[in-house]
């Protein structure tokens, strides 16, 4: 099992910058992937950025590629998005999520094996 909690969401003006931070508890943290999702209203979760267990390999969305920076901690069990230069667009619910065992597809919701409960991201315009 493992617990994970978000936080850092919050509003901001376009242009802006946040980061969010994901704590994980019950297994070692260096034994899985890490990866950040994001879900607006009314849409499908989708893929932000995953990093490897020692994160040797940073794989992003092409939406937010050169604007969003993922980057993890070990011995605080955490893993990190910095976001900059905001859009209204990134605007949605941000979910950290744990993959234990690589599978198949990095960037599909079904290869994670843990998820957070979400924090809220609004840009506003």
């Known amino acids: 099992q493992v617990q994970l909690v978000e936080s850092g969401g919050g509003l901001v003006q376009t242009g802006g910058s946040l980061r969010l931070s994901c704590v994980a508890s019950?297994?070692?943290?260096?034994?899985?992937?890490m990866g950040w999702f994001r879900q607006a209203a009314g849409k499908e979760r989708e893929f932000v950025a995953r990093?490897?267990?020692?994160?040797?390999?940073?794989r992003y969305a092409d939406s937010v590629k050169g604007r969003f920076t993922i980057s993890r901690d070990n011995a605080k069990s955490t893993v990190y998005l910095q976001m900059n230069s905001l859009k209204p667009e990134d605007t949605a619910v941000y979910y950290c999520a744990a993959d234990i065992d690589y599978r198949s597809d990095y960037s599909t919701v079904s290869e994670y094996d843990y998820w957070g409960q979400g924090t809220q991201v609004t840009v506003s315009s």
């Open positions: 019950g297994r070692t943290f260096s034994s899985v992937a």
């Open positions: 990093i490897s267990k020692m994160g040797g390999t940073r």
